[in-house]
């Protein structure tokens, strides 16, 4: 059989293959000790056809030309449908590709059109595509990879699929023809109980700050507990409502607390090469003068949760400004470090080596069996991870499919619902798969009766965790926050140059906070911000987010100075997605930032109140961070991040928001007009947000903006009769702001005309 092997191969494909020695050798053993007939040569030949097909992609077109026709008939596929299309056309089979056809509800002009472009393969085309394809290859070493390729496919097609299986496995008990369910069978390690959601409901309404701390360490302590119940790639979704805390909506207080503890509480030894604690230290404590690296301990990592997204959910029209309440609904995904073999998804050997993260705490592995199906036309080991394993299951298992109307209500993290029934359908639908077992925690007073069963998934109703340590205290004074948290040393300067010739409008060039360090205590009658958002433009890059961090504090620390007390700072920030090269400098610690966390835990540790949080959704935003690969499976959803924070914070004392709306509706601004950046700057906001503020303050009194960018906080204020104080340290946006103030007052004064 080894010999027949090779040389019925030969004979289909048409050339002579060198085999490395090792790999013969690997055949002459697997020949001998598989105890089973190979399949027919017929069926060799079938095989082989597809597996040309399949690697050097010799349908790609007619399948393409295929799906684009069907569209154009308003026809489309998903996914599953898409395969067995592909699938059909790379077996050439015309007896199941007829009997496909006729199943299908198509016109007979649409299905004489498909034939048409069926016919046109065959076993001869393929054959002749295929060789053409090999001896286009210049370089030798890649035709020799290719034709590896396709021999170690053949090779894996040549015997009966569960025989193999098994070869390869070790495992000879009851055959399980699905890999999930195999996975399962042969290492339970993997698969305890499926415990894969956690949903934590936070609500309630408390007098005394001690009744309140008290439950927040409940919730965190319930937060800690989920972390070690679920399996790993699963997800814990925290649901806030409104929290009272004698009339105070503590709603975003309790995000700040609940994310950063979720996302860094776990204190890990680094012990990995390419974890850079050296250099992280040196570029941190090179960059933050006073840091105390002994404290700061850099040789531990913060670990814990990854924050996905937040949704915010109103029960009001979201396209228009709202007054009302909302909860928030925030999504995290435990992703732990697991060394454990994981055997390959196509051919089930443990011969695999750890080849990368893709994701901090994600390892994928790389296949090196060279009889694996699912070998690259290079011959490159399939790579895989056991989180692809379970997003793969979740596409493959149609039990787990979920509606195309369900998708669209879900298609923004700003949505509105009738019931919280909506919530918990949108977590099971998105983040379980069938016969998961699902943990609710909910903290209402009045008794939710949760269904045992639902959408074929187990519910389990439990009561949160009490606490009789002051978890979040001690997490605030962990080392984490020592590499940060570092006063710089102030000193009342000499206030720069004004660069303004405008009335009521003063323009420094300047560092922000030694600009602010120049104005006087209590002096400042209110502020608003969007500050550069750590490393998302060129004009705004820092080397790690211990440093950002460190600006945003200290900066914050001279608003609160020069404010007066009561006074309010609107301050707009975007959870958007980078890397904070707190551990690692590859890609693979690029993720979603909570920005909004830190900037509530650092304002609040200077005296700053949280009051709240505006919810600017910018609508219809244009985007692919929803794309789902065509996929209507769990796992492969997220929405389009349609709104921003708009902070509400005051100095030193709660402040009554109902001047401001719960939800601002703005389009972002339109700064790009036939391909021309019309404004000149990257990050522009729309007026209606320093708006907020201005509106509400009388004609002569002031407004700091301590990154003017755009500089549009300077003409709105002068549109209502306010004084501006404007500060950027980029010469290139004060000029620009300058005209552009100048070019209003014109516009101003011709009005008034």
Excluded at 211 to 217: G, L, P, S, V
Excluded at 257 to 269: C, G, H, I, T
Excluded at 639 to 656: A, C, G, Q
Aim: hydrophobic share 35%; glycine share 4%; net charge negative.
């Amino acid at each position: 059989m080894f010999n027949s092997l090779i040389d019925d191969f030969e004979q289909i494909i048409g050339f002579k293959i060198d085999i490395p020695k090792k790999i013969l050798s690997q055949l002459e053993k697997m020949t001998e000790e598989i105890n089973a007939d190979s399949v027919s040569f017929e069926k060799r030949k079938e095989n082989l056809i597809k597996i040309l097909n399949e690697k050097l992609e010799l349908n790609k077109e007619t399948y393409k030309n295929i799906i684009d026709y069907l569209a154009s008939q308003k026809v489309y596929f998903n996914y599953h449908e898409k395969l067995e299309l592909e699938s059909l056309l790379n077996s050439t089979n015309k007896i199941d590709f007829y009997k496909w056809l006729k199943n299908k509800k198509f016109s007979d002009v649409v299905k004489n059109n498909i034939e048409e472009m069926f016919l046109s393969i065959n076993f001869e085309t393929t054959i002749d595509r295929a060789r053409e394809r090999i001896e286009s290859e210049t370089v030798d070493s890649k035709k020799s990879s290719i034709q590896l390729s396709l021999f170690g496919s053949y090779v894996f097609h040549s015997y009966p699929i569960e025989v193999v299986h098994q070869y390869f496995s070790g495992d000879s008990g009851s055959y399980k023809a699905n890999y999930y369910n195999f996975l399962r069978n042969v290492e339970p390690e993997h698969f305890p109980e499926r415990k894969s959601l956690s949903y934590v409901v936070i609500d309630g309404s408390f007098e005394s700050n001690k009744e309140y701390n008290k439950y927040r360490n409940s919730i965190i302590s319930t937060i800690k507990h989920s972390y070690s119940e679920l399996v790993n790639h699963s997800f814990l979704a925290i649901q806030v409502k409104p929290l009272k805390l004698l009339n105070k909506n503590m709603q975003w207080d309790i995000f700040s607390d609940v994310v950063l503890f979720s996302e860094k509480f776990l204190e890990v030894k680094l012990d990995k090469s390419y974890f850079k604690p050296e250099t992280i230290k040196n570029v941190t404590s090179s960059y933050i003068e006073g840091l105390d690296v002994e404290k700061a301990r850099f040789d531990i990592s913060n670990e814990g949760f990854t924050y996905i997204d937040c949704f915010v959910l109103t029960k009001n029209n979201i396209k228009e400004t709202s007054s009302g309440e909302y909860d928030i609904l925030i999504l995290l995904q435990k992703n732990e470090r697991d060394e454990r073999v994981v055997p390959c998804p196509a051919c089930r050997t443990y011969n695999v080596r750890g080849n990368s993260y893709p994701k901090i705490n994600v390892k994928s592995w790389e296949c090196q069996n060279p009889f694996c199906p699912d070998r690259s036309l290079y011959n490159r080991g399939k790579r895989y991870s056991f989180e692809s394993i379970i997003k793969q299951e979740a596409i493959l298992n149609e039990k787990n499919n979920i509606s195309d109307t369900h998708l669209k209500k879900w298609r923004f993290d700003i949505s509105k619902i009738e019931h919280d029934d909506e919530v918990l359908e949108l977590l099971v639908r998105h983040y379980t798969l069938e016969k998961d077992i699902v943990s609710i925690y909910d903290s209402r007073t009045e008794i939710i009766d949760y269904p045992k069963e639902y959408l074929d998934r187990t519910l389990i109703s439990k009561t949160i965790f009490e606490s009789n340590e002051d978890l979040i205290q001690s997490f605030y004074d962990s080392p984490l926050f020592k590499r940060f948290m570092v006063k710089r040393e102030y000193e009342s300067v000499r206030k720069p140059k004004n660069l303004s010739d405008v009335e009521n409008v003063e323009i420094y060039c300047a560092d922000s906070f030694e600009a602010i360090s120049s104005l006087e205590e209590n002096s400042i009658d209110g502020a608003v911000t969007s500050p550069p958002y750590y490393n998302a433009k060129q004009y705004a890059q820092w080397e790690n987010m211990y440093n950002y961090l460190y600006d945003m504090y200290n900066i914050a620390g001279q608003v609160h100075r020069v404010l007066k007390p009561g006074s309010v700072y609107l301050f707009n920030i975007f959870d958007y997605f980078d890397n904070e090269k707190t551990l690692v400098f590859s890609d693979m610690g690029k993720k979603r930032m909570i920005l909004g966390a830190y900037i509530i835990h650092l304002f609040k540790s200077l005296g700053f109140v949280m009051n709240g949080n505006i919810i600017w959704n910018k609508g219809e935003i244009e985007g692919k961070r929803n794309f789902n690969q065509g996929n209507n499976s769990p796992y492969y959803q997220a929405p389009f991040n349609s709104w921003e924070h708009v902070f509400i914070f005051s100095k030193d004392v709660s402040i009554d928001t109902s001047i401001f709306p719960s939800i601002l509706y703005a389009s972002p601004v339109k700064k790009i007009f036939k391909g021309k950046n019309i404004l000149g700057h990257d990050a522009p906001f729309p007026e209606e947000i320093p708006a907020l503020l201005v509106s509400n303050l009388r004609k002569g009194q002031t407004v700091l903006e301590p990154f003017a960018g755009s500089f549009t906080t300077a003409v709105v204020a002068k549109k209502y009769g306010v004084k501006s104080v404007n500060i950027d340290y980029k010469q290139e946006y004060c000029e620009l702001g300058l005209d552009r103030l100048k070019k209003e007052e014109v516009d101003l004064f011709s009005l008034q005309l």
